[in-house]
């Protein structure tokens, strides 16, 4: 007898019809069907199949129902394998958005990443109460530039930024940055929660983890950790829609200037 463990994609759920029509008639290809039972984890279904065709192409068909919204849906695993031969599986991937169910990469300089983690969202005005300066110091922040976006190159693969560093707020592992031109990537799809603009300038924070030693320079990462912040010109700042978010920009970068993090 086969197992053919099929994990559910998160916030979707299994159509009972179909499953019950799997289980029924003379030549039912599976003989029962159990959910979430201690051969797999939450969220699995657990086929019983009679036979298996190691030369002809067999086929299993039910629809998946969608029931939660969920930020970035990640890839889930089936795994076919005998009953009393568990040790002998072969696994395989699948996503309704993707033929084969492969894991995001981005692969900036023939360095690759994972890049299956929620996207960075850039702070609008709405977000009144933002703390930056903890977030500045929490740990695992490597740095806190001023930065201004020169050039935006945004392909179906990978979205790749050139950007002027204007000023250190918090220096990182990336030394001497200061006047010089960098490169920040991320995965396309995470291109309008970031909405990076050419010719403007930002308050980017980021992670140690989302740093990429590439041969010749450094490499950013935007993931999920990285804050992103509109910084508005001295001509915007002396408009009220811009002015708490100035004045605090303003007070939170100078006292992390001037006094650093608290040990």
Same mark, same amino acid.
């Given at each position: 007898m086969s197992i053919l463990d099929i994990t559910l994609l998160t916030g979707f759920i299994a159509d009972e019809e179909d499953l019950k029509k799997l289980t029924s008639g003379k030549d039912r290809p599976i003989q029962k069907i159990e959910m979430d039972k201690q051969l797999s984890d939450k969220g699995s279904l657990i086929l019983y199949l009679n036979k298996v065709s190691h030369k002809l192409s067999d086929r299993v068909v039910f629809r998946i129902h969608k029931m939660n919204r969920v930020g970035l849906l990640q890839p889930a695993a089936i795994t076919l394998y005998e009953y009393y031969s568990m040790e002998n599986r072969c696994t395989k991937f699948y996503h309704p958005e993707k033929k084969d169910g492969a894991l995001n990469r981005i692969c900036p300089e023939d360095v690759c990443r994972c890049a299956e983690e929620n996207c960075s969202h850039q702070k609008k005005q709405k977000d009144v109460d933002l703390d930056r300066v903890n977030t500045a110091c929490e740990a695992g922040m490597d740095y806190v530039y001023k930065a201004k976006v020169v050039r935006a190159d945004l392909t179906p693969? &990978?979205?790749?930024?050139?950007?002027?560093?204007?000023?250190? &707020?918090?220096? *990182?592992?990336?030394?001497?940055?200061? *006047?010089?031109?960098?490169?920040?990537v991320a995965h396309p799809y995470c291109r309008k929660p970031i909405d990076l603009e050419e010719g403007k300038t930002y308050l980017i924070m980021g992670k140690s983890d989302d740093l990429i030693k590439g041969e010749e320079r450094m490499l950013y990462m935007l993931g999920e950790g990285t804050w992103i912040e509109y910084w508005p010109s001295e001509?915007?700042?002396?408009?009220?829609?811009?002015?708490?978010?100035?004045? *605090? &920009?303003?007070?939170?970068?100078?006292?992390?200037?001037?006094? *650093?993090?608290?040990?």
């Open positions: 693969t &990978i979205d790749r930024f050139i950007i002027l560093v204007e000023d250190v &707020i918090k220096e *990182g592992t990336d030394t001497k940055v200061k *006047g010089k031109e960098c490169i920040f001509e915007e700042c002396q408009q009220t829609h811009f002015r708490k978010t100035c004045l *605090g &920009i303003s007070e939170d970068t100078e006292e992390l200037l001037n006094y *650093g993090c608290p040990n």
